[in-house]
Structure formats: structure tokens, C-alpha cells
């Protein structure tokens, strides 16, 4: 009897511990660290933050300790939060790339304190631009630019936008020191040509006013339609557009690198890879995580 008391305790508590490790996201497990709470903003009043771990539950209550290091003195205190905010927030964690694209919004006053607005909401994901990295050993890895620091560059394997849940499958991770060549696609060149062909019919058309309009005048006064006098100033607009596009297109030229696995001859190319990078600032947890293991 008593070994199957012993049993049923030991089950009881293992059972409580599990339950305690589901507390907060299968994102972030069971605790925050310091990049985490960087990149979600959470616990915006703790100063001199290090860690905050949920350690048990009363009720509807999750008991938190919060690990502070201020002047070289580490505290630690105690919070409780409610579970149903907790739900709140662990949705807000597992989502929060979905608001970081504009694809959803959040109402940060529902999570009563527990996370702020974070820099990285504001910082958006860019197109991403192909590139090609050729190895000092002659192989080459390719994906789009997703990440660029001063030591690893992350590729991103996928035709889909980024999940954290597939991170660690889709990313490949290139040390520098092992990279001889880099190539990366200048895809943007038609955008930017268009965006020139668009300032230059706005002189373009004031000038043709400028020039002739009587004719014009004429033409609106008596036009059947009022939608005729439009199509003109529409169709060279188009017109400047796509020629603009067409020429930026042709201008456009990739951006080729030879570093040799030195980074000397690297982080000056580092600004432009970082322009070209899907994530140019606050990248997720989970690219830190890795690239630091």
C-alpha cells in the first residue's frame, strides 16, 4: 500500500511538473530571457531584466520569478499573473509575426501591463532577394537573404513567409569564415526604375502644360466626357512608368562579394547585405538562439 502511495505521489508531482512547463508558449517554453523580452516587449517595468520563469500556479493564478541584476546585484522577485491573460500572451507570442507584417493588430491594453509595443513591430519584413554563397571548400548554398551579422549569414529555404516553427528546418546558417564568394540578386530594379519614371513625368507634365494650355483648356471645355481629359495625363504616367521600369531592369546589376572567409574583407559589405535581407533589424528569438548555440 504504502509503495503505491509512494507511486501515485511521485506521479502527481511529475504530472505537476508538466503541467508547469506549459505555463507560457511552446515558442518560448517556460521561461523569458533577456532577447526574448527584447523582441516581445515583455516586462517593459523591469529594469535591469535577465530572466522571469513561471515556477507554479494557485488557482487561476501563475506564480512568476522575476531575476533582475542592477549594479552588479542580482534580485529576484515574485509576480502572479492570470492565467486567461496568460493565454493572452502566449497567443500574442506565438502570432506576433503575423502583426509585425500587418497582417493582424493587437490590443496591448488586454495583456494589462505584462508587454508593451515592441521596437521590432514597427521594423517591417522586406522582399526577400536570392543569393548564392559559394564555400571555400568549392560548394555552394543558396536560399534568400534573411539575416546578415557580423559573423553568420541566414539563408531562408522556403517560398513561404517566416515560422517560427519551422525555423530550425528551413534556415541554413553560414559561418563568414567559411564563405569565399557572395552573390546576391538585385530583384528591385524595375520598382526603382518606375519610381524615377514617376518623378520625371511630374516636371514632364507641368512643362507640357505650361506650353500648350490653350489647347488643353480647349480640349477639357468641350470634351463629350469628363473621364477623355484624364486618359492623357494617365497614359503618359503609365508610359513613364514602365519605361522607367524597363530601364531599371536593365541597370540594375547583382551584388558579387569575394571575402575569402576574412572578415576584414567582409564587414564592408555587411550594410548592403543587411539592405537586402529580409529581416534588416530585431531579428527573432530563434535566429539569435541559434547562431549563439
Known sequence: MKTIFLLLTGLFAFSCQIYAQSFLSPRVGNEIDQVEREYFGL???????????????????????????????????????????????????????????????????????????????????????????????????????????????????????????????????????????ITVVQNNGFRKGAIYGLIAWLPLSIIYISLDYENIGHFIEHSKSPILPMLLPLGTLLACEIVGGIIGSILQQDFHATIDGNIEKYLPNLKLLTNSSVIQSYPPPEVLHLIRK
Open 43 to 181: 516586462f517593459p517595468t523591469d529594469s535591469g531584466f535577465v530572466s522571469a520563469k513561471a515556477t507554479s500556479q494557485s488557482g487561476d493564478l501563475v506564480n512568476f520569478k522575476i531575476t533582475t541584476l542592477f549594479e552588479g546585484r542580482q534580485r529576484d522577485t515574485s509576480i502572479s499573473i492570470k492565467q486567461r491573460i496568460l493565454d493572452k500572451l502566449s497567443n500574442f507570442i506565438e502570432e506576433f509575426e503575423s502583426v509585425r507584417i500587418n497582417e493582424n493588430e493587437v490590443n496591448l491594453d488586454v495583456l494589462q501591463k505584462v508587454a508593451a509595443e515592441s521596437p521590432a513591430i514597427k521594423v517591417p519584413f522586406q522582399v526577400p532577394h536570392e543569393a548564392s554563397l559559394e564555400m571555400l571548400d568549392r560548394s555552394t548554398v543558396t536560399g534568400k537573404l534573411f539575416w546578415a551579422d557580423d559573423s553568420t549569414i541566414v539563408l531562408w529555404k522556403s517560398d513561404e513567409p517566416y515560422n517560427w516553427r519551422t525555423f530550425a528546418k528551413e534556415a541554413t546558417l553560414v559561418s563568414v569564415s567559411s564563405v569565399s564568394k
